[in-house]
């Protein structure tokens, strides 16, 4: 109201807060073992504003995977809220604002790397769901992932990081608003994580989505970043909000620079508290 009076007497009109891609208000999520109920993820409260690249660290079994799950309707909340552009996870995914790429490319074999990038697209249409198209082809999205040429290859015939290309030029044939990545390159040689690292930046710039990459690479966590969030375990908590102070415009050499030392060397010991 006191805005509205503001804008009324001086014409000003405030500024919009920025909004947020994902919004979580002490979100908690449990599973019921053969040992009883274990919470996976206690009281997590964090806004991630829109076109963030928020890259998610912390020791293994805290929760990584989960959350991502939960924000993508995978599995449900225990307690608290989780919000993603203002909707529930459910509505989200039914919007298709969601795409997730995990460690295995998981494509159907029998199909071409093109027919596999197209797959949401004809899965979409069969049930008759709303679909907003990347501005780009399948075809483009296969070139902008670097692999012209090998669109009727199998997935069979490319190697690890090329069917990786194709799981992510797949993500992205539905424009997701939101990308979710599962420590999509932890299988890959370093060689090709380091150029698909710099791929998936250039990515985010051209496409303006926001992503939450989960690592357990503390080069790699601080590389992408703008934001890293590290949990800790048991149960899986917010243990810090870390910024990168690195420009969008990243190139592999600034692995050397003193900000990038310093920000991994704070990593490593929360990390190490975890
Ligand atoms: P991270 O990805 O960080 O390694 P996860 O999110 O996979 O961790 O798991 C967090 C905790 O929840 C772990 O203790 C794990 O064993 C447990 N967990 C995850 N998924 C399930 C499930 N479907 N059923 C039971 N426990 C689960
Ligand atoms: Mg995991």
């Not at 109920?37 to 660290?57: K, Y």
């Not at 995990?102 to 797959?119: C, H, M, Y």
């Not at 994580?193 to 926001?210: A, S, V």
């Amino acid at each position: 109201m006191e805005a509205l009076k503001v804008a009324e007497d001086t014409g000003f009109i405030p500024p919009a807060p920025p909004r947020a891609a994902v919004s979580l208000d002490r979100l908690s999520v449990a599973f019921d073992t053969a040992n009883g109920p274990i919470v996976a993820l206690r009281d997590i409260t964090l806004d991630i504003e829109d076109g963030t690249f928020l890259t998610i660290l912390g020791p293994s079994g805290c929760g990584k995977s989960t959350l991502l799950r939960v924000v993508s309707d995978l599995v449900p909340m225990a307690g608290g809220n989780a919000t993603v552009f203002g909707k529930s996870p459910e509505q989200a995914r039914r919007g298709r604002d969601i795409a997730f790429v995990f460690q295995d490319a998981a494509l159907l074999p029998w199909r071409t790397a093109l027919e596999n990038v197209k797959l949401p697209l004809e899965m979409g249409i069969r049930r008759g769901q709303e679909i907003h198209r990347s501005e780009r082809s399948p075809e483009e999205l296969l070139a902008m992932v670097g692999l012209k040429g090998r669109e009727n290859a199998l997935p069979h015939e490319l190697s690890g990081g090329m069917r990786q290309r194709v799981a992510i030029a797949r993500a992205l044939v539905c424009k997701p608003k939101l990308l979710l990545m599962d420590e999509p390159f932890g299988a890959l040689d370093e060689i090709t994580r380091d150029r698909l690292n710099e791929e998936i930046l250039r990515i985010w710039q051209e496409t303006g989505t926001t992503i939450l990459f989960v690592t357990h690479s503390i080069p790699e966590a601080v590389f992408l970043g703008q934001k890293v969030l590290m949990l800790a375990a048991h149960p899986g908590r917010v243990k810090e909000l870390v910024d990168v102070g690195l420009p969008r415009d990243r190139k592999l050499k600034m692995r050397e620079s003193a900000e990038f030392v310093r920000t991994a060397a704070r990593l490593r010991e929360l990390l190490e508290e975890c």
